[in-house]
Structures are given as structure tokens and as C-alpha cells.
């Protein structure tokens, strides 16, 4: 049992014992932490047994434990409404705060403002720090206080504050000397109600070498020109600002990591994005919404090689190419004329690096809506990307495997036919 001077840290987006910002203002309070993780069931409910990103979370989670153990702690391992749980807690415990690191997500704003009101009428305070981007979504904005919604303009102010803002990282070496003594026991995940599927993911931040390759070599799917950093920055496996100083002077890639601080700027202004066009006039388009196609998209059973390849790499492996991402949406949305809803929502459910912002604003970017998207004019023609960007069709025969026979699917739509129905299905949704 935790005594009345304990504070509890809660872990979320931010799975790690190094610059960790609640974490060092929770070790600066002076008080005994206790580090605490709540499985919720607001979440969880929905997500199938052998959901992969459960699995990455819960193995990050017994390597961290694995880790308090060495110094004579443990994880609070909870699951429930976190409501519910805090609930629990201080019926039983003696605990003055909570600290955490921030969500921006609009479940996680609601949630937050409700643990807010809950603990603050049973006097614990609720301390919450920016800890998964750089900047508080709210730190840039125009003169008028609004906020930007073209990326470059905002692009050039969040350069400005980098130069100007020396990049703190937070020290967290102290949490031996105020950690709780404890020995919580640490569930099976088939406790929690999943199976293990064993994935790993790399943790380590880029090799500047990498980093030095990154502009040449990112836009080609066979090759290792992308760092793999979306899943550990997603679940905060790693520290977005130990990455950003790893980054220093390559443009290009900080300019990357600037797109997923806009998105995340974008959905906390603009939280209707969820579930409608950031453009009003996108919600009156037709949309065709064929099932059966949409079943072929996401077995990857279109015809098209380089979309195909694209949805089968997702199936087996959780993640895809960023440039073969944008083909596959502009293949649903504008080939297909399938709503970028139903899209985003099979990302959502298989793309192991899921984060709302950027999917969403990925999707509404391909399909022409989104805040800072491309002309609803532009189709990509799968076929000149294929020859662009895997020439040799090096990442086609590896998902692809009968690319090169006969049995191979036929296109199931032309696409000179298919982008002109799209151009006019756009106009024409555009003079109502």
C-alpha cells in the first residue's frame, strides 16, 4: 500500500524510464512515486484478441517493469474506466497527485477534464506536461490568435520557436532514490484479455547515416531509406525530443516530424475532422462506397500492383510504405470513389503505428478535404508511381508473389476512365 506521501505517475503515450517530462516533475515533487498503467476499457473494449498493438504495448510495459524491479519497484498493472480505477485507488490509498503526460486526442481531452474534476473534489491534484511533441498544439499561432491551417506558414513559425527554444530533456535518473518499494504482480496478458503475437519494433534512434539518406531513399518502398520511427514515437517508446536533436540539420526529415505536430494541431482546433471533411463542401460528394470493391482494396485484389502489394504488406505486417500509402488512398477515395472514412477506419484498425492526427489527416489529404490537401484534380496513376518508385517492381514481388502470371487479377477499373469519373463526380458535389 502506498503511503500518504506517494504521488502516482501514470503511464500512457509515453512508455519509457529516460527524458520522460511528467515523470521528472513527479520526481521533483519530493514525493514517493509509483508508477501506475491503466489498460482502458474504453479503449480495449473495442479491439480484437490478437490486436497487435496491445501486444507491442504490454511487452513494453514487463521490459519497464522488468526494470523498476532492479531498484525495488514495480508497475501498477490496472485495467478499467479510468475513472473507475482512480476510484478504487483512493478509497483505498493515500495519494496527493497524479502526474501525466498530456493527450491531445479528443478521448483523451474528455477523459482528462473528467479525471481532472474527479480527483480535484477529493483534493488530489492533477499535473499534466507536453511530453509527446515538441510544443503544446496551442504554442503557434497566427498574429490573430487563430490557428494556422496551411502547413507551410505554420511550417516557418515552428522552425522560428525551435531556434529559439532550447530542447530540455528531462532527467529521470533520480526515480531510484523516491520510487515505492513494491512487488505489484504483473498480469498475463491473456488476464488482460489478449494474446501475445510476439511483435518487436526497433527502439534505437536513427544513425545519422540513415538520417543522411533519408531524402534520396524515402520515396522507394524496396529500399531502407525510412527510419521506422512512427510506432515507437506513437506509443513513446522514444523520446520526440532525443529524436529531434538526433535530426539536427537534416531538413527534410524535421520537416516530417513537423507534419505530425501540424496534424495533431489540426485535430485539437478542429476535433469535427474526426468524422467529417475538414472542407464542408467534401461532404457533399457521392460517394460510390461498392462493398465488394472495397473488400479487393483491402485484400489487395485491385489489379494494380503497387496497391496491392501495398495492402498486403499492411495485412501481415501492420505498417506500410508512406509513399505507397498515399497510392492506395488516392486509389480508394478517387479511383474507387470510396468515402476516405471507410479507409481511415481499416488503417485505424491495422496500421500498428495509429495515430488519429495523422491518419486522419493523411486520408483527407489524398482525398482532396483535408485542411492542407492536395488538389482534388491530382490522381496519382498507379502505374507512373510504380514505374517512379519501384521500377524494378523489388517491393511488388515481395507482397505480390504472382505479379508476373497470368492468373494475376486484371485491373478492376481503367484508370483514364476511373480518374475522370472522379473529376466529375468532384464538380459536380461542389455546385451544390
Same mark, same amino acid.
Given at each position: ?275 467529417? +471533411? #475538414?472542407?464542408? $463542401?467534401?461532404?457533399? %460528394?457521392? &460517394? *460510390?462506397?461498392? @462493398?465488394?470493391? /472495397? ?34 488512398? +488516392? #486509389?480508394?477515395? $478517387?479511383?474507387?470513389? %470510396?468515402? &476516405? *472514412?471507410?479507409? @481511415?477506419?481499416? /488503417? ?85
Amino acid at each position: 500500500m502506498v503511503g500518504q506521501h506517494t504521488v502516482l505517475f501514470w503511464f500512457r503515450r509515453d512508455l519509457r524510464l529516460y527524458d520522460n517530462h511528467a515523470l521528472a516533475k513527479a520526481i521533483a515533487s519530493g514525493k514517493n512515486v509509483q508508477p501506475i498503467f491503466i489498460f482502458d476499457e474504453n479503449i480495449i473494449s473495442e479491439l480484437p484478441a490478437n490486436d497487435r498493438r496491445i501486444s507491442l504495448i504490454y511487452n513494453q510495459l514487463k521490459l519497464i517493469n522488468a526494470d523498476l524491479l532492479k531498484i525495488g519497484a514495480s508497475f501498477r498493472i490496472l485495467q478499467g474506466n479510468p475513472k473507475n480505477v482512480f476510484g478504487e485507488l483512493l478509497a483505498t490509498e493515500n495519494i496527493s497527485a497524479v502526474y501525466a503526460n498530456e493527450d491531445y486526442e479528443p478521448y483523451g481531452r474528455k477523459r482528462d477534464e473528467e479525471i481532472t474534476e474527479f480527483l480535484s473534489r477529493e483534493n488530489v491534484a492533477f499535473h499534466l506536461f507536453t511530453d509527446h511533441q515538441l510544443f503544446h498544439p496551442a504554442a503557434i499561432q497566427k498574429k490573430d490568435n487563430s490557428p494556422y491551417t496551411v502547413f507551410s506558414p505554420w511550417k516557418r513559425q515552428w522552425l522560428i520557436k525551435l531556434e529559439q527554444t532550447a530542447i530540455e530533456n528531462y532527467d529521470v535518473s533520480d526515480l531510484h532514490n523516491v520510487i515505492v518499494s513494491s512487488n505489484y504482480r504483473f498480469p498475463a496478458i491473456e488476464e488482460i484479455g489478449f494474446k501475445n503475437t510476439s511483435d518487436a519494433w526497433q527502439m534505437q534512434l536513427p544513425h545519422r547515416d540513415k538520417l543522411f539518406e533519408y531524402d534520396r531513399k524515402r520515396d522507394f518502398p524496396a529500399l531502407d531509406g525510412t527510419t521506422r520511427m512512427s510506432i515507437p514515437l506513437r506509443f513513446g517508446f522514444v523520446s520526440i525530443r532525443q529524436l529531434m536533436q538526433q535530426a539536427a540539420g537534416f531538413d527534410k526529415y524535421v520537416s516530417e516530424l513537423g507534419w505530425r505536430e501540424f496534424y495533431s494541431m489540426i485535430l485539437y482546433h478542429f476535433p469535427h475532422i474526426v468524422h467529417r +471533411s #475538414f472542407k464542408a $463542401k467534401y461532404d457533399n %460528394i457521392p &460517394w *460510390r462506397n461498392n @462493398e465488394e470493391e /472495397f473488400s479487393r482494396w483491402k485484400a489487395g485484389e485491385t489489379g494494380y500492383p503497387i496497391v496491392d502489394a501495398g495492402m498486403r504488406e499492411l495485412a501481415e505486417t501492420g505498417f506500410m510504405h508512406n509513399r505507397v500509402r498515399m497510392i492506395v488512398a +488516392s #486509389f480508394l477515395t $478517387k479511383h474507387l470513389l %470510396i468515402d &476516405w *472514412r471507410w479507409g @481511415e477506419a481499416w /488503417f485505424a484498425e491495422k496500421l500498428l503505428d495509429y495515430e488519429l492526427a495523422s491518419n486522419n489527416g493523411g486520408w483527407q489529404w489524398a482525398a482532396g478535404s483535408g485542411c492542407d490537401a492536395v488538389p482534388y484534380f491530382r490522381i496519382f496513376n498507379p502505374t507512373l508511381q510504380t514505374q517512379k518508385f519501384d521500377p524494378k517492381l523489388e517491393y511488388v514481388r515481395k507482397w505480390v508473389s504472382e505479379v508476373d502470371q497470368s492468373t494475376y487479377s486484371k485491373p478492376m477499373v481503367e484508370h483514364k476512365y476511373a480518374r475522370e469519373r472522379a473529376l466529375e463526380t468532384y464538380k459536380r458535389a461542389f455546385k451544390f
